[in-house]
């Protein structure tokens, strides 16, 4: 007898990439699977019910569930509402890095298995970051918008608006997993001198690349800061105006974890001022930007619009990493990635 899996893909990771990679990793296990495809990122995830970043409604979700023992997906909502109307459902696997769009707690008590997909974008994001920072270090941002206006700025090259090397520079990097290492590896390769503010670090993996540090200190000291924490309680608003006031005049603030982590109307004060000297900014306190956000005019900013961790060899690495979990459930395996193992112990 066949399971019925349902490939819910957007734009980026289509339906039919998870099918073919769930059937890969199925192997000769029969499947019916079926396809679904929400609108992301032509239109913007959000809050749906309690789950707080998420694309498509419930209605779809209850609809397209039906009979369905497993879904793979990468935004699709998993909510109270929908395991209450699911009871076939018994495994849910989302492709993104963390289960932000389950019900956690709603999906262990109704028994349902849910898996994520970590490290699936590192070294995208770790990439884009470094693209922020060198670009913001040297003025790429505003010296690319006055000659697309066709302005030629020879005075970027007077001694004040020179922008500057990464090599001897001090760079504090706050969070060190996935993509703070990897950033890490190439600014040490670059020549920089690398501090790290993350007290979940294990001192074994910093040895030979960098420096542990308070993040009193890793702000004195650093002229480059690049932000890779997650967002928790306690790092929630954790670089405000007072942590950006306590670096070197003249430093470079780069963001491609969460917008939640920074105060960005301390950040726009600081390039206004010229104590900060560039930002890279990939993450926002409101995703649209409003046509209204300062940072659209602040000086000495490079901005994109949240699209670090996409490239084609994410998409392919996401749904591979979320079907090898679909193959190890069919056989029984232990699930490597499983938010809530204790549904795995019980059944």
Not at 31 to 37: F, I, T
Not at 60 to 83: D, S, W
Not at 220 to 238: F, I, N, P, Q
């Amino acid at each position: 007898m066949s399971t019925t899996v349902l490939a819910a893909g957007n734009h980026f990771i289509r339906p039919g990439l998870f099918a073919e990679a769930v059937r890969a990793a199925a192997g000769e296990l029969p499947l019916d699977v079926r396809e679904l495809q929400f609108p992301w990122p032509h239109t913007p995830f959000g809050p749906v019910a309690e789950v707080i970043e998420a694309s498509g409604s419930e209605e779809e979700m209850i609809e397209a569930l039906r009979g369905v023992r497993i879904c793979v997906t990468e935004h699709g909502p998993l909510t109270e509402r929908i395991l209450a109307a699911c009871p076939d459902l018994e495994l849910f696997c989302t492709s993104r890095g963390g289960p932000v769009n389950a019900n956690l707690e709603a999906a262990t008590k109704h028994g349902v298995a849910v898996c994520y997909a970590p490290g699936r974008n590192a070294t995208a994001t770790a990439e884009h970051t470094l693209t922020l920072l060198l670009a913001a270090a040297r003025g790429v941002g505003d010296t690319h918008t006055d000659l697309r206006e066709g302005t030629w700025r020879g005075d970027y090259y007077d001694y004040d608006n020179c922008g500057i090397e990464i090599e001897g520079a001090t760079v504090g990097l706050i969070g060190y997993g996935a993509i703070g290492s990897r950033v890490a590896k190439v600014l040490r390769a670059l020549g920089a001198d690398i501090l790290v503010h993350d007290p979940y670090v294990r001192p074994d993996a910093l040895e030979g690349v960098a420096e542990q540090v308070s993040l009193d200190e890793l702000l004195r000291r650093s002229r480059v800061v690049s932000l890779h924490a997650r967002v928790t309680d306690e790092t929630k608003g954790m670089i405000g105006r007072a942590q950006i006031a306590a670096m070197p005049r003249g430093s470079i603030l780069v963001n491609c974890a969460r917008g939640a982590l920074l105060d960005y109307d301390a950040a726009c004060d600081a390039l206004e001022s010229g104590h900060l000297a560039g930002a890279g900014f990939d993450v926002f306190p409101e995703e649209p930007l409003p046509a209204d956000s300062r940072l659209l005019t602040a000086p000495g900013v490079v901005l994109t619009p949240h699209i670090a961790g996409g490239s084609r060899q994410v998409a392919h690495k996401a749904a591979g990493i979320a079907a090898a979990e679909v193959g190890r459930f069919l056989r029984g395996e232990p699930l490597a990635h499983c938010a809530n193992p204790e549904v795995i112990r019980a059944g």
